[in-house]
């Protein structure tokens, strides 16, 4: 753009060709890599088998503690490695299990999809401007600090037994990373993408949709991770507020019926599938990075 043109572009809106122009001048280019400083990291093949060598580590601890050298009849033999291994081989293949792990699965999508839909809008809109933020700061600071598990007995007495309790208290726990993250990805815009957008008289929706969305979704991914695992965190004790389905309640009644073999192969079944969805969330976020 010459400077003889520049002013009759901030006087006037620009075409719907100009418009795709808006699109193409004004998106964020993908971050390039840091220069030096940084120690390469190991191959893929070396990083899979110094993971491996880790988890036979503590396999082997677990089994140590609770097979090899506790006495024969002591209950520390039921949580070891070969009846946990066994039970939880029974259950993915012979018991109603994966119709538990679905419904965990489901209240976690639909806590997530409700934190995202609160918390990237208000963190757009707190990043934003300077005075929402510093009138809603102090709130969101207090909030966020108390445990979402302590909302237990009032989110009973308002929602009732059943799935709403427990969708409350998921998105209560996973809304403020989303926030803060998203808040914090539209303050640290360059501000240059800005001023290139005012140059060619880009309207809020352009600007919002070709610099701001583009330029925070690198934070907004950050947050979701962040997200998914505070809400794998908290679901368990969630799903002990009187409902019929879910791991935390598999996981009462496997200890009701003293069935401590079942107990600790649903430990293992938690947090194997949060760490399948941990990887998938690292995943989403490296193929944005490209």
């Not at 899979?48 to 036979?56: D, E, H, P, V």
């Not at 989110?155 to 989303?178: H, K, N, Q, R, S």
């Not at 979701?224 to 996981?251: D, H, K, N, Q, T």
Request: net charge positive; proline share 8%; hydrophobic share 55%.
């Amino acid at each position: 753009m010459t400077a003889r043109s520049l002013p009759e572009a901030r006087n006037r809106r620009p075409p719907a060709a100009a418009s795709a122009r808006v699109s193409r001048a004004v998106a964020p280019a993908p971050l390039a890599a840091a220069p030096g400083g940084e120690q390469p990291r190991p191959a893929w093949p070396a990083r899979a088998a110094w993971g491996a060598l880790g988890l036979a580590a503590v396999l082997l601890c677990w089994w140590l503690g609770t097979e090899a050298l506790p006495a024969p009849d002591s209950l520390a033999r039921r949580f070891g490695p070969t009846p946990t291994f066994a039970s939880a081989y029974d259950l993915l293949s012979g018991s109603d299990l994966p119709l538990h792990i679905l419904v965990s699965l489901r209240r976690v999508l639909v806590g997530l999809a409700l934190a995202m839909v609160i918390g990237i809008p208000l963190g757009l809109a707190v990043g934003s401007w300077r005075r929402l933020e510093a009138a809603l700061s102090p709130a969101m600071q207090f909030l966020r600090m108390i445990s979402p598990l302590s909302w237990m007995p009032i989110a009973v007495m308002v929602f009732g037994v059943g799935d709403d309790p427990v969708y409350f208290l998921l998105t209560f726990a996973a809304v403020w990373p989303i926030l803060l993250n998203t808040a914090a990805g539209v303050q640290q815009l360059d501000a240059r993408w800005l001023l290139l957008a005012r140059s060619v008289s880009a309207t809020r929706w352009e600007t919002l949709r070709t610099v701001v969305l583009p330029g925070v979704l690198g934070h907004v991914l950050t947050g979701v991770r962040l997200a998914i695992g505070i809400l794998w965190i908290v679901l368990v004790p969630c799903e002990m507020l009187g409902v019929s389905a879910g791991m935390g309640y598999f996981i009462l009644d496997t200890r009701d019926r003293l069935a401590y073999s079942e107990l600790m192969a649903m430990v293992l079944l938690i947090g194997a599938l949060g760490f399948l969805l941990d990887a998938a969330a690292r995943s989403l976020y490296r193929l944005w990075r490209g």
